[in-house]
């Protein structure tokens, strides 16, 4: 190997790039720039502002931080909803008021100021949700209404009274401990904050209301549709939105105990930052309570350290408006393009080195040497059927293939002219196989391991394995079911072909070409599926050796064959037996005279085996180009291969020109003759084999031939 | 969108070809054409004495108007170009880079090594294009996938002597068609056509963003022209030409049959690249599906623009299209790829605008 490939396979094998896009297929990757911004802000300024992180620094910074939350969490519900709420600001300076007002003026107790404060909040809040949710205004215009009517009103009443507050003498232990104290070294507002957030929190995730709150801000319509009343679940949001202000006036009140011209003055503007920069989408139903907080946080410790450092209000407020722009901006340009990027990241080519393979061209001399033989097959279901994978006869000769659209259809012996659906299974149905008691077996694409009983009852058997440990992505369950066989003892051997892709994304695999493949064991007797080999480039037929004591996979990318042994010395290991061939194998089946029937799916070509060394080439192409254009192996040709135990290839058949059968997945002798399938083809080949045993069947081979 | 060419960096830029639309609008007349005749590797067409005649390797045939063939002459290599004079003599390129004019060998510069197309003037003096200064007529896949433009245009008298240099430095020119004051050549890996001025050889482009590999041009009756594209572009080859690395090796290690590279036929052989939407879906090759060949005539209405064209599509055989002419009120066309000589009716062709 020279140093240039090395470094290609260190750069390209070995490197997990392929990890990113794994990571952006999660859901939280939404909550990460918040989360970094959030850690930079913090450590940013403790260290450039002393004592940042002292204690009383802290609880008088959180104090603040809880009132500020209780409104965060009020506006994050609104927008989750779909809306907005700009007049935060103006019923926290109300609740201020009224709970000033009721304790100080009316000397009440201190529970008739909260009452009074949280109905201030109630009562603007239910005006907010009335006139949006019911009578449907525009939440911005109304919410901006309702600010400017609600601050003009705290205005007035503020000149009128607030010196009649100041002279008070009325004084209260549970005023000043609401405002002052701590318990267990948190101040009330931070614990009023925890509370709500939590209550908050499984609301929207586990209960009723919480969801049909995200539905309605995900699409209104669509929540409409689904029975959900919008009009309500709106109306309560800004409930909702208004209580929250109003705790956290009433918070405010008792830490200050008076409020001035500009109590809650600009206050909306915070909120409705700190709600999108810790990541709530704006158009609604996508975003948590704790996006909510960890924005509070980010936006608090911004304004309160810019003030420490020295700066006045107007670069404050310039800092605010440059931090909603870029979150605003990221909002909207990641919800729109995250499934381009991705598109973008996810597939990661890999080097590979193809070994160079003996010719199939026909008058090259070598057992590969391909004729044009299978072009004389008979059709049968010729456009009656779409995507034959893989064909499987019973005791009657009855014919059953899988086609694309999830169903299983049955061909009638002797002349395969009339057809029935079996059964519908779903998915996409691939390898086929009967068990001893004559249930049909399926390998389904997308979907897992289905057994159809001859009464047709569709049964899933598996669906999943083991997790492995490093796993980004999940790779328990079986994106891509390729085929599978039965052992005597009932143990089902079956492959999976990718954990990267979805069976329908298989030509993105042979792009990538990273070994994912894996061969699988379910035991019928307990339930149970194993991962017995991992690492394969797209694992597809498996075929259980005449003598049942080893099978044969294929390694369709590799353009291998490898033989697993069940029992004797090498139990449980894998060997290569066929490497190199000219063509990518797909199914494998048992012949009549002892040896083994192999499909191919397609066949190598020089420019694409080159392009297997030219990784990053193969990255470009998925970029520059719709998949259309992409390079891909010959799929216009395939064919048919036989190989005997000593892995000598002692046979072929195809249909070079293409007309009927260019690309072939699955073949199955039976009774003399091999019937043909393709997962790309329309069509079932039926063809004579010459010197074949007339009387042998699979299904006989393998389960006798009494019952 | 603004952000476009910074995002192209991360992203990639998309390649993207002109669409066949309008003039070029995907049609089957060629698929549907009449064979007049076939014949292997049917190349350079011209009219002599109102008779089709035909190159085809290194033989001349002359053709009855019931399309049986005659041989005219034989030549030690293979014929690259071909042209025929006002008075009726023919002249010959040859792909070991010689000229023949009426059986006389011309005194060729030395840098001409590589005859795509002839064409007399009015006057009877040659016009000739040189296609590269690296490669001969046979190799020219190789000379578009190195993306060499060394390519140029000569002018000579009727008896090929004094061959004076009018354009260099163009990319491949393929075909030629003489007017008063001067020549129009087609640049194929450029994909347009040019005006070269006779006596200042400056170039003005005619056609620009042609969706294909043009070829040889060949005067009309009503002073319009034929242009041959013989190739479509595809943008799998557009990716390969930028992908140096790949390209380099590919030319290196890869037969060229077998190149991700334009080609006068396709699907012959299992060894051949395959783009993703030319796989056989359900017993169907699409038509519009990605393809390395074509046939595709453009028709050219006197001011050289083009009006209507005839094609043969991925799924058809009449590939390879490298010369059509028109001789009374029929066109006659050489689909090399498919080793056929094709004919049609001319005013029945014009149907489709």
Partial sequence: ?707 | MIFDPILDLFRGKTITIPPLDGPFRANNTLEEAALFARLSSVDNLAVLNDRIIASSGDTLYAFDENGKAKMLQSYAANITALAVSPGNEWAVGLDTGELLIAGHQADLPPSVKCITALAFAQDGSLWMANGSTHHPPSAWVADLMEKNVSGSVWKGDPEGNNFRLISDKLAFPYGLLADNDGVVASESWRHRLVKIDGESGACRILVNHIPGYPSRLAPAPDGGAWLSVFAPRNRLIELVLQENAYRFDMMSRVPRDFWIAPALSSGRSFLEPLQCGSIKLMGIHKPWSPSRSCGMVVRLDAAMVPIDSFHSRANGTRHGTCSAVENGNRLFIAAKGDDALLTMNVSEAGGSQ
């Avoid at chain 1, 709420?85 to 009224?98: E, P, R, T």
Wanted: with cysteine; net charge neutral; hydrophobic share 45%.
């Fill in chain 1, 1 to 707: 190997m020279t140093f240039n490939e090395r470094l290609k396979v260190w750069r390209y094998n070995i490197l997990p790039f392929h990890v990113i896009g794994e990571i952006l297929t999660k859901r939280w990757t939404d909550s990460a720039i918040p989360f970094v911004t959030l850690i930079v802000t913090v450590v940013a300024f403790g260290t450039v502002i002393p004592h940042f992180f002292s204690l009383y620094s802290l609880q008088e910074s959180t104090r603040q931080l809880g009132e500020f939350s209780l409104v965060v969490i009020g506006e994050s519900v609104v927008m989750l909803g779909g809306g907005i709420d700009l007049a935060v600001g103006a019923i926290f300076a109300l609740s201020a008021f009224a709970a000033i007002s009721v304790f100080f003026i009316f000397a009440m107790p201190v529970w008739v100021a909260f009452l009074a404060a949280t109905a201030a909040g109630l009562i603007f809040g239910a005006i907010n949700g009335y006139l949006i949710g019911y009578i449907r205004l525009r939440a911005f215009l109304t919410t901006l209404v309702t600010l400017i009517i609600g601050r003009a009103f705290f205005e007035i009443l503020i000149v009128h009274f607030s010196s009649q507050a100041q002279m008070s003498q009325v004084s209260s232990d549970i005023w000043d401990f609401i405002g002052d104290g701590t318990v267990f070294g948190f101040s009330i507002p931070v614990l009023a904050a925890i509370l709500l957030a939590v209550i908050t929190h499984i609301t929207l995730t586990r209960l009723r209301l919480g969801w049909h709150i995200l539905a309605v801000g995900g699409s209104r319509r669509s929540a409409h549709n689904a029975g959900i009343q919008v009009r309500r679940v709106v109306f309560l949001t800004y409930v909702f939105s208004g209580l929250t202000s109003g705790m956290a006036g009433f918070l405010f009140a008792t830490r200050l105990s008076g409020a001035g011209i500009g109590t809650g003055h600009g206050l909306e503007i915070l909120a409705l930052t700190a709600a999108v920069v810790g990541g709530n989408s704006l158009g609604g139903g996508r975003g948590s309570v704790v996006k909510g907080l960890m924005g509070a946080i980010i936006v608090l410790v911004m304004t309160n350290g810019l003030i420490r450092l020295g700066y006045g209000t107007g670069t404050n407020q310039m800092v605010i408006g440059i931090l909603l722009a870029i979150a605003v901006t990221i909002d909207i340009r990641w919800l729109k393009n995250r499934h381009k990027v991705l598109d973008e990241a996810y597939v990661v080519p890999v080097y590979l080195k193809m070994g160079a393979a003996q010719s199939a061209v026909p008058g090259s001399g070598t057992p590969f040497e391909f004729n044009n033989q299978l072009s004389k097959a008979k059709s049968i279901g010729l456009k009656e059927i779409e995507g034959p994978e893989d064909v499987i006869l019973d005791r009657d000769d009855h014919l059953y293939c899988g086609t694309r659209h999830g169903e299983i259809v049955r061909f009638f012996a002797p002349d395969y002219t009339r057809s029935e659906i079996f059964a519908h299974v779903g998915g996409f149905p691939l390898g086929l196989a009967f068990d001893r008691s004559g249930n049909l077996l399926s390998c389904v694409g997308a979907m897992g391991l289905y057994s159809i009983s001859p009464d047709r009852v569709v049964k899933r058997l598996t669906a999943e394995t083991g997790r492995s440990l490093t796993s980004v992505i999940d790779d328990a369950i079986l994106r891509d079911p390729n085929d599978l066989d039965i052992a005597p003892d009932g143990r089902i051997y079956f492959t999976d072909s990718t954990k990267r892709y979805n069976a329908y994304d298989w030509m993105l695999d042979s792009i990538e070409n990273r070994a994912t493949g894996r061969l699988l064991v379910y035991d019928p007797k307990d339930g149970s599926t194993k991962t017995l080999l991992d690492g394969y480039r797209y694992t597809n037929g498996v075929c259980m050796a005449h003598d049942n004591k080893s099978l044969f996979f294929a390694e369709t990318w590799a353009c291998s064959v490898h033989r697993y042994w069940l029992e004797g010395p090498r139990a449980g290991t894998a060997e290569c037996v066929i490497r190199d061939m000219p063509g990518y194998p797909d199914n494998i089946n048992r012949a009549s005279d002892g040896t083994y029937w192999m499909a191919f799916l397609g066949m190598r070509t020089p420019s694409f085996d080159l392009s297997l060394q030219h990784p990053a080439m193969r990255k470009r192409m998925t970029r520059r180009l719709p998949q259309d254009e992409w390079l891909f192996p010959n799929v216009n040709t395939g064919g048919v291969v036989k190989f005997d135990e000593n892995y000598n290839i002692i046979r072929t058949m195809s249909d070079f020109a293409g007309e009927a059968h260019p690309s072939v997945t699955s073949m199955r002798e039976h009774k003399g003759y091999l019937f043909v399938g393709g997962i790309l083809n329309n069509r079932v080949g039926r063809i004579k084999i010459d010197g074949a045993d007339e009387n042998w069947s699979a299904i006989d081979a393998y389960w006798g031939t009494t019952s």
